[in-house]
């Protein structure tokens, strides 16, 4: 849901006076939109603006007094009641504490970072229900507890974003406690919307299943289950996708008044199933006609099925539920959020009907909502709380991210200082250290081996996303410009984002929920049947667990197989060198050594540092030497070929570039191509294992011998190959 429910946020919004906005977000725009005043802002020291801060915006704007004026419901430096520290601002209501402030400077970009802080505050205030914090730049708003809050992006905010900060935060609406009522409104109305619409979801797959069963009687009744729980994913979809705008506006009703159309008025019938299989088809392929057009999502969930693509459904059925779920405001009123409770209350329901299915008992003396209980229990389906959901990847996955980011050395305050105030090499060390980073949270693994309708793998992706965020605000804050956030979340499904469950529907509804959140328009699906899979995690013996049996590293072979990586000791050599392995192999007449210029050695040594920091290769030791270099690489046997001509390939074109013998932009075979494998056969010097045992290549000492320049082995510490 956010802080608010958006169809209340939007009902309060519309109640405001527009004349007054208008007044106050001039007043507001001609401070904090200056450009002038923004730099200056972000040159301040913390202590320098705190109070300049509350003024600006608290006072001239949202309507406080600052003490030590008359009457004053502002102040600096709140102490707590039983200690001595101090918040740095506070909202006051006849004399007890109702907001806390907590204020940095723009270097401290992650506001997640003073999180605890200010709520620490906030629990020495009894009265208090408010937390507020900033760098100066952005701005954080809490109601009562940190499962959910609003920002504020003070720099660059809209008139509409400055209506619902009005709405937080002036002096009027705070002291009456508008914020709290409209939370608990929006409380209220997500718990009136979920229950309404999981009981016409509900209705509507009761409805749609003993429609099947009846016109489908060949078919067996548990897959007819299935499939209409599949087809109502897909009736989800389409609903979600036309309200945000992914597809053409009101899909299913114009699907729906077609068909009316043809049926009354050219006496052209055709079963209203047909029409929705062929826009299922659209979604699947794509189609681009004169009136509209619809992307090929894909995703495997508009895929031909042999099924669907051949039952019967009755009109009736399908026209009164897709018309009553068509009054639904699925991007206002009915978010991701919204859904995911009504797959989680689905899945006790959809377990029930399975079992009388099947045939097996049912206490009938138990209300239903206690049978659905005990079956849960009996086949371990539980459903945590987001705020549970949101503790556990904070406490996990973010100690996780939190850990890196130290081992890296990455500093908010060092990326605020800007590119201006470091030296060039600095900034590309620090540009690296993000890169790095990046390849590091792309390459983490995220599993729930008990996925249910995906929530814990929702709140996951929502956190990566985030992580992703704050290293292209570093970005920004380092190397200028505008912030641009990157596409991220279709690699963090398909390479981060793993899920197991005994259930086979909820699988598919993890997938969707997946899908909703992360639906893009113009963008295909991703394809989660290798990321999200139905078996039992706990048992890989098909004797005990049957079809259930889940054998993990044949299902995620990425994920479990086992590398037969090997230490190698690399030597390569420049042309006609006297350690070059071809002049012996070949008798080639000696010619002039081609030595390296300490500037060359430096390009070679950026460039493989580059390879080695984007590729996450694992480098034990380096050392280059005139006219050869020791590398000691950890890989497997047969990545060892094209790691090694890739390094070669681009520190060549990067000398040549740099030494004005290659223009850049262009490609030569003679300085950038051409590097075969190494081999005694293509003249290169063979690799072999590092080993001690007789007959494999002895490592050569990596010393100071008179001509080399030694450099130390790459270091996570260090960030950087130091020369």
């Not at 503790?391 to 996780?400: A, M, Q, R």
């Not at 984002?497 to 963008?523: C, H, P, Y």
């Not at 494999?696 to 260090?718: C, R, T």
Request: charged share 30%.
């Amino acid at each position: 849901m956010g802080l608010f429910q958006k169809s209340v946020e939007k009902k309060y919004v519309k109640e405001l006076d527009a004349n007054l906005i208008d007044v106050k977000y001039k007043a507001f725009q001609s401070y904090f939109g200056n450009s002038e005043i923004q730099d200056n802002i972000r040159n301040a020291k913390e202590e320098q603006f705190q109070e300049g801060f509350l003024r600006e915006l608290f006072v001239s704007v949202l309507g406080y007094t600052l003490n030590p004026q008359p009457n004053f419901n502002l102040t600096t430096e709140l102490k707590n009641i039983a200690n001595s520290k101090k918040a740095d601002g506070a909202i006051l209501k006849e004399s007890d504490a109702i907001g806390v402030i907590e204020l940095k400077s723009t270097n401290t970009t992650d506001l997640d970072s003073i999180e605890s802080q200010a709520f620490g505050y906030k629990n020495h205030h009894p009265k208090c229900v408010y937390v507020i914090t900033s760098n100066f730049e952005k701005l954080r708003f809490y109601i009562q507890n940190a499962v959910d809050h609003i920002d504020f992006d003070l720099f660059n905010l809209t008139r509409e974003q400055f209506s619902l900060m009005w709405i937080c935060l002036a002096k009027d609406n705070l002291m009456n406690g508008l914020p709290l009522k409209i939370k608990e409104s929006s409380v209220l109305q997500e718990e009136n919307i979920t229950k309404k619409l999981y009981s016409d979801y509900a209705a509507f797959r009761e409805d749609v299943f003993r429609n099947l069963v009846s016109k489908n009687p060949q078919t067996d009744k548990l897959l007819l289950f299935n499939k209409t729980q599949k087809l109502l994913d897909r009736f989800l979809f389409i609903f979600f996708a036309e309200d945000r705008l992914l597809l053409p506006p009101n899909s299913i009703s114009e699907i729906v008044k077609q068909w009316t159309a043809l049926k009354e008025e050219l006496d052209e019938y055709v079963p209203l199933y047909d029409r929705f299989k062929k826009y299922f088809g659209y979604m699947n392929t794509g189609y681009k006609g004169k009136k509209y057009e619809i992307y090929a999502y894909n995703g495997g969930l508009f895929a031909p099925d042999e099924v669907l693509d051949n039952i019967v459904v009755d009109d009736d059925i399908l026209y009164k539920h897709t018309q009553k779920l068509s009054q639904y405001d699925f991007e206002t009123d009915v978010d991701v959020n919204i859904l995911g409770h009504i797959f989680e209350h689905s899945l006790s329901e959809i377990e029930s009907v399975q079992a009388e299915i099947k045939g097996e008992k049912v206490d009938n003396q138990k209300t239903l909502p206690e049978r659905q209980i005990g079956k849960r229990k009996k086949d371990g389906i539980f459903y945590t709380p987001e705020y549970i959901t949101k503790y556990i990847v904070e406490h996990t996955i973010g100690k996780l991210c939190k850990e890196k980011r130290t081992e890296l050395g990455i500093v908010d305050e060092v990326y605020g200082k800007g590119r201006k105030s470091q030296k060039k090499d600095t900034v590309k060390i620090l540009d690296d250290k993000l890169n790095s980073y990046r390849n590091w949270l792309l390459n983490l693994s995220i599993l729930d081996p008990a996925c249910g309708s995906g929530a814990f793998l929702n709140q996951a992706l929502d956190f990566l996303i985030t992580e992703h965020h704050k290293i292209d605000n570093l970005r920004t804050q380092l190397l200028g410009g505008d912030i641009v956030f990157s596409d991220i979340s279709t690699d963090i499904l398909e390479k981060n984002i793993f899920g197991v469950d005994l259930n086979e529907e909820s699988t598919e509804i993890a997938k969707l929920s997946l899908w909703l959140r992360t639906a893009q328009k113009g963008r295909k699906l991703n394809k989660l049947n290798n990321n999200i899979k139905c078996g039992n995690s706990l048992i890989d013996d098909p004797k005990v667990a049957h079809e259930k049996a889940f054998d993990w590293h044949k299902e995620f072979p990425n994920l479990f197989e086992e590398k037969n990586k090997k230490a190698w000791h690399i030597t390569t050599a420049t042309h006609n060198s006297r350690y070059s392995q071809r002049m012996f192999d070949n008798h080639v007449k000696w010619g002039k050594p081609v030595w390296l210029t300490e500037r060359e050695e430096v390009i070679v040594t950026e460039v493989i540092f580059e390879i080695v920091e984007k590729d996450n290769l694992n480098i034990l030791a380096y050392n280059i030497c005139g006219d050869h270099i020791h590398i000691l690489l950890v890989c497997e046997e047969e990545e060892v070929p094209s790691i090694v001509g890739k390094m070669k390939a681009m520190s060549s074109r990067a000398c040549n570039i740099e030494m004005g013998r290659t223009i850049p932009g262009t490609t030569s075979d003679v300085t950038t191509r051409g590097h075969a494998p190494l081999s005694s056969k293509s003249g290169e010097i063979p690799v072999a294992p590092l080993s001690s045992e007789s007959g494999k290549i002895p490592v050569a000492p990596l010393s100071s011998e008179s001509g080399e320049i030694p450099v130390a082995p790459l270091s996570s510490e260090s960030g950087k190959i130091p020369v």
